[in-house]
């Protein structure tokens, strides 16, 4: 069977722009995604995409091709796209190590995260500061905007500077609703009550190793309630994804 053909009027990709969007604009795109548009989607002159500058809006454009690394999108007009989760809720995750943290990262951000909190802990295996820090920090808020992009999300979480625990906890808010995750103790999360609407929460994961009791103490000292995600020991890459796959379906809008 032959393959339908490709609507113009349909977006063939949606696409993170560092650019200031508005009808009747131009935008040049940067060389890597006229490459992967054009070599990897093959996109041709005249289709489609949605761009998003990481705030809000989405915009209807169509992309041009002017060599191998070369494209640009004309701007249309604005669409009235809502594909963010009415359930806010900011990653405290412990520094993991390898493509954890990534994946993390990734995954929260499909699961519609509001921000995500780098933290070092005492248990942590991967250690970073100063140059290295900042370095990291900005590999892994591009992996949320090429998140945003797969989950065709309009806001780009932030990915915060690393934090120590102890510092993070003490510039919480205090009266927001906050949870911790514990492998053995604390409530279901069926059973927490609902956050208001509009409220920002903010749940916390260790790294591989779990946090020590002196931090759990301060984490509880903070105000953070104990959850359990059942009977069973997830790893560091997993909890905090398996949470918010079920605080959305309680509270959000899966």
Known sequence: MATPAKSASTPQAHCWVDATLAPGARVELPPELA???????????????????GRDPVWLATVRFGGKHTAWADVLQLLPEQRESPLQVTLGQG??????????IQKSVELG???IAPLATARAVLK?????????RQ???????AACEQSKRQRVPSVWAVDGLEHWLAGLPANAPKWFLCAHQGQRIADLPRPAAGSMGYLLAGPEGGFTERERASIVAAGFAPVRLGPRVLRT???AMAALAAMQTLWGDF
Not at 95 to 104: A, F, H, I, N, V
């Open 237 to 239: 890459e997993t909890a």
């Open 139 to 145: 590999h892994w808020q591009r992996v949320a905007i």
């Open 128 to 136: 970073l500061a100063d140059e290295r820090a900042e370095k990291r």
């Open 113 to 115: 995260v509001a921000a």
């Open 35 to 53: 490459h992967h548009l054009g070599r990897v989607l093959r996109l041709q002159d005249g289709d489609s995409v949605t761009l998003f500058d």
């Open 95 to 104: 520094l993991s190590t390898g493509d954890r943290m990534d994946m993390t």
